[in-house]
C-alpha cells in the first residue's frame, strides 16, 4: 500500500529525530495515530471520566471477542486470503456448547467439544481453501452460511441461558485486578501473535505467500501447510471467542454473533493491511482497534443508535482503502508531472 | 463424437446436470410429501424463486467482471421499505411511477457501488460489505413507522402478488413470476448478443488483456454494478408487492442467497463465465429445496441454510473437479480439430463463454 512504508523507510537517520518522527506521522500508523488522539480528545471532553482505566477496561470488554479474532484474521488477510465464517464459528461454538451442557454432558467436556468443532470447522475451510484450491471467499462465504445454519439446527428459535456457573464467572467477573479472563487472554495473545508474525520464520512465511504466494512455493515454502495452519487456527479462536461471548453474555441464541465478521474485518483493514496480502503490521492493527472502540463508544455517548455505528463502520471500511489508493494516484500524478517537468527542461 | 464436442459445450452439460438434479429432487420430495405435484406447489415454488431470480440475475453481471455484489440485500429491502413507506402515505402513486422509483433508488445505490469498486479502485468485496451495512442502516433510520402494513397500501398493490397472466387450468403463471422470466431472458439475450454483453466475459475473463484492447472497463463494470442494483431495486418492489408486511429485517440475507444461485447456475466466481440462464437454475434449485424443506415433516425446516451452504460448497467444487475437467478435453480436441483443418476458421471457438 502506497501510504504504508515502514519508519525505516523514512530518509536517513542523519536527519535528526524531530524530522524522523514527523516522517512516521506521515504514515498510515501516524494517520491512525492521529485520529485515535482526536477522539479520545473529543470524547473525554464530552465525558470527564472517560479516560480513567474503568472507563477504558469496560471499553475492552465490550468488543473483547471481536478484537481477539481481529488478531487471527490479520495473519488471513495478510496472507492474501479471508475468513468470512468466524461469526458464524462464534455461534456454532457457543451453541454446542451451550446445548451439550442442556442435554447433561459435563460441563468441560462441552467446552472442549465446542473448541475441538472449532478446530474441524477451520480445517474444513482450510482444506477447500489450501488443497482443492478454491477461493476463499467462497468457501469461507458458504461456511458463514452452513455453520449459521447448522446453529439453528442446533438451538432453533429458542434462547439457552443454562450455562455452567464457572463458565459464566469466567465471562462476567474479573480474574486479576479489574481484569476478567477474556482481556488476559487478549494481551496473552496479542504479544504471541506479535512475536510470531513479525520476529518468527512462521511470519515470514505468511507475508511472502501473501505478496506472491507462486513464488514463495518456488522458494520451498510449503505453501499449503501455512494456509491450513492460518485457518485451522483462525476457526479455534472463533470458537474460543464465541465461548467467551456466551460466557459474558450469560445465554446463546442461534443468531448469537451474527454479522461480527464486519467490525473484524474493518478493524484489521483500517490497520493498514491490504486486503490483496502481503502487506500490513500488527501495530496498525492494535492502534486502528484502539480507534473503532472509541469511536464506537462515542457515538454511543451522543445517542447514536447502535444501527448507526454499524453504518458508520461501513463507511470506515470503504474509506480505509479508498483514501490510500485516492492518495496513491494523486501522488503517482505529481510524479509523473514532475518527471514531464524534468523532462522538458533537459 | 467429435462432432457432439463440438455442438454441445462443458457449460450446457452443467445446465443440463443441474436440470437433472432439480428434476429428481422434485421426484423425490413428490414421494414424501403428500399432495406435491399440483397447482399449488407450482405456485408456491414459482413466487418464491421470482424474487431470487431477479436479484441473481444482477448478481450475475456482477460475478462476470470477477467481482462481488453483497449489498443487494439491502438494497432489496431499502427499496421494498421506502417505496412502501412512500405508498402508505400517498396512494395517488400511479403504479409505474412506484416501479419506477424502486428501480431508480436501486440504481442510485448501485452506482454508488460501482463508482467505489471501478473509479475507487477499492475491492468489492469491500465496498459491498460496507454498503451492505449503510444501506441497512439507512433502512432501519428511515423516518417513518419503521414498519409497512398491507393493509395500509393501496388496493393495486395488495393485488400484485395474487395477479395472473396465464391461466392453463388449475395452473397459474403469476404477474412476479412472468417478470422475472423476462427479466432473465432479456439478460440472457443481451449476454449473448449485445457488445456489451459479450464485453462483460472479455473482462472477466482477462481483465488485463481487455484493458489492453481498448475496452472502457472502468465504465463496464460501472453499468454492471448500476444494473445489479437497478435490479435489486426491481426485486425490492416486488417483495413489497408479495409480503406487503415489512420489517426492517426485510429481505436481509438475500445476498447469500443470491451469491448461492448464481454458484450454483455455474457462474465462474473467477468471472468471465456464466449464463442468466443457469442463475435461474440456480435460484430454482434453492426455491425447490426451500419450499420442499418446509414442508417435508422427516427433518426440522431448520436445516435449509445449513443445506444452502452445502450446497454452495458442492456447486463450486463440483466446478472444480468435473467442468475443468471437460473443458480441457474439449480444448484438446479443438486443437487437433484446429490442426487438421487449419485452413477454416473457426467460428465456435470465439464462443469463449
Redesign the interface.
Known amino acids: 500500500m502506497a501510504l504504508n512504508p515502514s519508519p525505516a523507510d523514512a530518509p536517513a537517520a542523519s536527519r535528526g529525530i524531530v524530522k524522523r518522527l514527523l516522517a512516521w506521522f506521515k504514515t498510515w500508523e501516524g494517520l491512525l495515530l492521529g485520529i485515535l488522539i482526536v477522539v479520545l480528545i473529543v470524547n473525554s471532553s464530552a465525558v470527564p471520566a472517560y479516560l480513567s482505566p474503568g472507563n477504558q477496561v469496560n471499553l475492552f470488554i465490550l468488543y473483547i471477542e471481536k478484537i481477539i479474532i481481529a488478531l487471527m484474521m490479520t495473519f488471513i488477510i495478510i496472507n492474501g486470503e479471508?475468513d468470512l465464517s468466524v461469526a458464524s464459528l462464534m455461534g456454532l461454538a457457543a451453541g454446542t456448547m451451550a446445548r451439550l451442557f442442556e442435554a447433561g454432558v459435563p460441563s468441560g467436556v462441552a467446552v472442549v467439544a465446542a473448541l475441538g468443532l472449532g478446530l474441524l470447522c477451520g480445517a474444513f475451510n482450510g482444506f477447500?481453501v489450501a488443497y482443492?484450491?478454491?477461493?476463499s471467499?467462497?468457501?469461507t462465504?458458504?461456511?458463514?452460511?452452513?455453520?449459521?445454519?447448522?446453529t439453528?439446527?442446533l438451538i432453533?428459535d429458542r434462547s439457552i441461558s443454562t450455562l455452567p456457573a464457572w463458565l459464566n464467572d469466567l465471562g462476567q467477573k474479573p480474574l486479576v485486578g479489574s481484569l476478567p479472563l477474556a482481556l488476559i487472554l487478549f494481551f496473552g495473545l496479542a504479544v504471541l501473535a506479535y512475536i510470531v508474525l513479525q520476529f518468527s520464520g512462521f511470519g515470514r512465511y505468511v507475508y511472502a505467500i501473501g505478496i506472491n504466494s507462486d513464488v514463495a512455493r518456488y522458494s520451498g515454502v510449503n505453501v499449503r501447510r501455512v494456509k491450513m495452519t492460518l485457518f485451522i487456527a483462525s476457526g479455534f479462536v472463533a470458537s474460543l471467542a464465541g465461548l467467551l461471548y456466551a460466557a459474558r453474555l450469560g445465554a446463546v441464541r442461534s443468531s448469537t454473533a451474527e454479522g461480527f465478521e464486519?467490525d473484524i474485518?474493518t478493524m484489521v483493514?483500517l490497520g493498514g493491511v491490504s486486503?490483496?496480502g502481503g502487506s500490513g503490521t500488527l501495530r496498525g492493527v492494535l492502534l486502528s482497534i484502539l480507534i473503532i472502540l472509541n469511536l464506537r463508544n462515542g457515538m454511543g455517548l451522543a445517542y447514536l443508535?447502535a444501527?448507526?455505528q454499524?453504518?458508520v463502520?461501513?463507511?470506515l471500511?470503504?474509506l480505509s482503502?479508498?483514501i490510500p489508493?485516492?492518495a496513491g494516484?494523486a501522488r503517482a500524478a505529481l510524479a509523473r508531472r514532475r518527471e514531464a517537468r524534468i523532462a522538458e527542461a533537459d | 463424437m467429435t462432432s457432439l464436442r463440438r455442438s454441445i459445450r462443458p457449460e450446457q452439460i452443467r445446465e443440463l446436470i443441474l436440470i437433472l438434479v432439480i428434476v429428481a429432487l422434485l421426484l423425490f420430495f413428490g414421494t414424501q410429501i403428500s399432495d406435491y405435484f399440483g397447482a399449488r406447489t407450482f405456485t408456491r415454488i414459482s413466487t418464491s424463486i421470482a424474487i431470487l431470480a431477479v436479484v441473481a440475475v444482477g448478481e450475475t453481471l456482477v460475478f462476470l467482471t470477477r467481482n462481488?455484489d453483497l449489498s443487494v440485500g439491502s438494497i432489496v429491502g431499502f427499496t421494498a421499505f421506502f417505496v412502501g413507506t412512500q405508498l402508505q402515505f400517498y396512494h395517488g402513486i400511479p403504479p409505474l411511477a412506484a416501479v419506477l422509483m424502486a428501480v431508480g433508488i436501486g440504481a442510485m445505490m448501485g452506482a454508488f457501488n460501482g463508482l467505489?469498486v471501478a473509479y475507487?479502485?477499492?475491492?468489492a468485496?469491500?465496498?459491498t460489505?460496507?454498503?451492505?451495512?449503510?444501506y441497512?442502516?439507512?433502512l432501519?433510520?428511515y423516518p417513518g413507522n419503521k414498519i409497512v402494513q398491507i393493509s395500509a397500501l393501496p388496493a393495486w398493490v395488495q393485488d400484485f402478488s395474487s395477479a395472473n397472466v396465464l391461466e392453463v387450468g388449475t395452473f397459474e403463471l403469476r404477474l412476479i413470476v412472468a417478470i422475472a422470466l423476462a427479466v432473465v431472458i432479456i439478460a440472457q439475450l443481451m449476454l449473448m448478443y449485445l457488445p456489451y454483453g459479450r464485453r462483460l466475459y472479455a473482462i472477466g475473463s482477462n481483465p488485463e488483456a481487455a484493458r489492453v484492447a481498448g475496452f472502457p472497463s472502468q465504465r463496464i463494470v460501472f453499468i454492471a454494478f448500476i444494473l445489479s442494483g437497478a435490479l435489486a431495486g426491481l426485486a425490492g418492489f416486488m417483495f413489497l408487492g408479495r409480503f406487503g408486511n415489512l420489517t426492517v429485517v426485510a429481505a436481509m440475507g438475500t445476498e447469500?442467497q443470491a451469491?448461492?444461485a448464481v454458484?450454483v447456475g455455474g457462474t465462474s466466481?473467477?468471472g468471465g463465465s456464466g449464463t442468466a440462464l443457469g442463475s435461474l437454475l440456480g435460484a430454482t434449485l434453492i426455491g425447490v429445496l426451500d419450499q420442499s424443506l418446509r414442508r417435508w415433516p422427516l427433518i426440522?425446516e431448520?436445516?435449509?441454510?445449513?443445506?444452502?451452504?452445502?450446497l454452495?460448497?458442492l456447486a463450486?467444487?463440483g466446478d472444480?473437479a468435473i467442468v475443468d475437467r471437460l473443458r480441457t478435453i474439449w480444448a484438446r480436441s479443438e486443437l487437433q480439430l484446429g490442426a487438421a483443418n487449419s485452413a477454416l476458421p473457426q467460428e465456435d471457438n470465439i464462443h469463449g463463454s
Not at chain 1, 482443492?132 to 477461493?135: A, D, F, N, Q, T
Request: charged residues 10%; without cysteine; aromatic residues 8%.
Open positions: 479471508i477447500w482443492i484450491g478454491l477461493p471467499l467462497v468457501v462465504l458458504a461456511g458463514l452460511i452452513t455453520y449459521r445454519g447448522l439453528w439446527v432453533e464486519l474485518i483493514l486486503i490483496f443508535s444501527n448507526v454499524t453504518g463502520i461501513g463507511l471500511l470503504i482503502v479508498l489508493n485516492l494516484s | 462481488y467505489l475507487g479502485r477499492v475491492p468485496i469491500i465496498v460489505l460496507g454498503t451492505m451495512a449503510i441497512r442502516s439507512a432501519v433510520e447469500l451469491v448461492a454458484v466466481t473467477l426440522s431448520f436445516w435449509r441454510d445449513a443445506m444452502l451452504g452445502i454452495i460448497l463450486v467444487a472444480r
